[in-house]
């Protein structure tokens, strides 16, 4: 940001100087007669140039850089010290320049002539600099602004899903103890493969706690260790069918997206022999689906829609891209976008 300040004092300068000084260069050039007559000479110009660069440069310099400094000092009147300033180099710019040109480029005017005349020109100056100066800082201002709220956007979307991944669903831990349970009083054999996934995927999340996003293979891992747990509980009337590219498995997602959409997808829906739970996964253009067919529970539990409106934030910050969700009476469907979309501008 500092880079760009100074990037403006020095065009800004630059170009009040060449605005002030082409009428005078060009009468020269021209060989008019206006230049005899108002003894417009190279000297002349050259001493102005120099003189009125240094005037903006010293301005421009105060009012971007200088005087920002002072935010956070104890400094009285800091209005009229600023009024001060200003007025001190106009007054230090018009002063430099009529003794300098009475000394090396004596001019048709008096001394008292071309102080008021020359003080009327960088005053005209000095406010189109100050107006510039405004503008400029208004927009630096405005600019920090948007940042500082975006990144206490972002600050936040963060913690938030700190808070998510740390956290273990209690109905689904609750579930799958009753089903270890379950097992264990039937002498069941697949009491000891329930109780490794279940281990898996606990140690799973907490090694996933650090971590937002993931390559698709491991999430997938992950996916796969929760349908174990869940078919255990529901059998047949539950089922997961997932098509997916094997070049799409190196991909990254979010941690913890598709087994939010499946477990969503259980929460909400009936799951019963004669209404059978079927999510399919599978590719659709640059997009990953997760869809299902609507079964409302008659027991809805209220859906406060913080997970998907956290996960699609994820996938904005991952792939400038937000998930959508097309409305459909007889489907629920969520699409993830997964590989870049060459047609696209993002």
């Given at each position: 940001?500092?880079?760009?300040?100074?990037?403006t004092?020095?065009?800004?300068a630059?170009?009040?100087?060449?605005?002030?000084?082409?009428?005078?260069l060009?009468?020269i050039?021209?060989?008019?007669?206006?230049?005899?007559?108002?003894?417009v000479?190279?000297?002349d110009?050259?001493?102005?140039?120099?003189?009125?660069?240094c005037?903006?440069?010293?301005?421009?310099?105060?009012?971007?850089i200088?005087k920002?400094?002072w935010k956070?000092?104890?400094?009285?009147?800091?209005?009229?010290?600023?009024?001060v300033?200003?007025?001190g180099?106009?007054?230090?710019?018009?002063?430099?320049?009529?003794?300098?040109?009475?000394?090396?480029?004596?001019?048709?005017?008096?001394?008292r002539?071309l102080f008021l005349?020359?003080l009327?020109t960088?005053?005209l100056?000095?406010l189109?600099?100050?107006?510039?100066?405004r503008?400029?800082?208004?927009?630096?201002?405005?600019?920090?602004s948007l940042l500082e709220k975006?990144?206490?956007?972002?600050?936040?979307?963060?913690?938030?899903l700190?808070?998510?991944?740390?956290q273990?669903?209690?109905h689904?831990?609750?579930?799958a103890?009753?089903s270890?349970n379950?097992?264990?009083?039937?002498?069941?054999?697949?009491?000891?493969?329930?109780?490794?996934?279940?281990s898996?995927?606990?140690?799973?999340?907490?090694?996933?706690?650090?971590?937002?996003?993931?390559?698709l293979?491991?999430e997938?891992?992950?996916l796969?260790?929760f349908?174990?747990?869940?078919?255990?509980?529901?059998?047949e009337?539950f089922?997961?069918?997932?098509?997916?590219?094997?070049?799409w498995?190196?991909?990254?997602?979010?941690?913890?997206?598709?087994?939010?959409?499946?477990?969503?997808?259980i929460?909400?829906n009936v799951?019963?022999q004669r209404q059978?739970?079927l999510?399919?996964?599978y590719?659709?253009?640059?997009?990953?689906?997760?869809?299902?067919?609507?079964?409302e529970?008659r027991?809805?539990v209220?859906?406060?829609?913080?997970?998907?409106?956290?996960?699609?934030a994820?996938f904005?910050?991952?792939?400038k891209r937000?998930?959508?969700?097309?409305k459909d009476?007889?489907y629920?469907?969520?699409k993830?976008?997964i590989?870049?979309?060459?047609s696209?501008?993002y």
């Amino acid at each position: 940001m500092l880079n760009n300040k100074h990037k403006t004092i020095l065009l800004g300068a630059v170009a009040v100087t060449v605005f002030i000084n082409v009428p005078r260069l060009l009468i020269i050039l021209r060989k008019n007669q206006l230049a005899n007559q108002f003894g417009v000479t190279f000297e002349d110009v050259l001493l102005r140039s120099i003189v009125m660069f240094c005037f903006a440069w010293l301005l421009l310099s105060f009012n971007l850089i200088w005087k920002s400094k002072w935010k956070g000092q104890k400094i009285r009147s800091l209005f009229a010290t600023d009024i001060v300033i200003n007025i001190g180099i106009l007054i230090l710019g018009v002063t430099t320049l009529t003794i300098l040109k009475q000394v090396f480029a004596p001019s048709f005017l008096e001394g008292r002539q071309l102080f008021l005349m020359t003080l009327f020109t960088y005053l005209l100056v000095q406010l189109i600099l100050l107006l510039i100066a405004r503008v400029v800082n208004l927009n630096i201002l405005h600019q920090q602004s948007l940042l500082e709220k975006e990144q206490a956007k972002q600050k936040a979307l963060l913690h938030q899903l700190q808070a998510l991944r740390t956290q273990i669903n209690p109905h689904f831990l609750f579930n799958a103890l009753n089903s270890l349970n379950a097992l264990i009083r039937q002498k069941s054999e697949r009491a000891s493969p329930f109780v490794d996934k279940l281990s898996w995927l606990l140690r799973s999340t907490l090694q996933r706690s650090k971590k937002d996003y993931i390559p698709l293979q491991d999430e997938l891992d992950y996916l796969d260790a929760f349908i174990f747990l869940q078919k255990e509980r529901f059998g047949e009337k539950f089922n997961v069918d997932i098509h997916i590219p094997e070049e799409w498995k190196k991909e990254m997602i979010p941690s913890f997206s598709l087994q939010l959409l499946v477990e969503n997808a259980i929460k909400h829906n009936v799951v019963s022999q004669r209404q059978p739970l079927l999510v399919e996964i599978y590719p659709e253009e640059e997009f990953l689906i997760v869809k299902n067919k609507i079964h409302e529970r008659r027991d809805e539990v209220e859906s406060t829609g913080t997970g998907l409106s956290n996960l699609s934030a994820r996938f904005q910050l991952l792939k400038k891209r937000t998930i959508q969700i097309p409305k459909d009476e007889q489907y629920f469907s969520v699409k993830l976008p997964i590989v870049e979309n060459e047609s696209s501008n993002y």
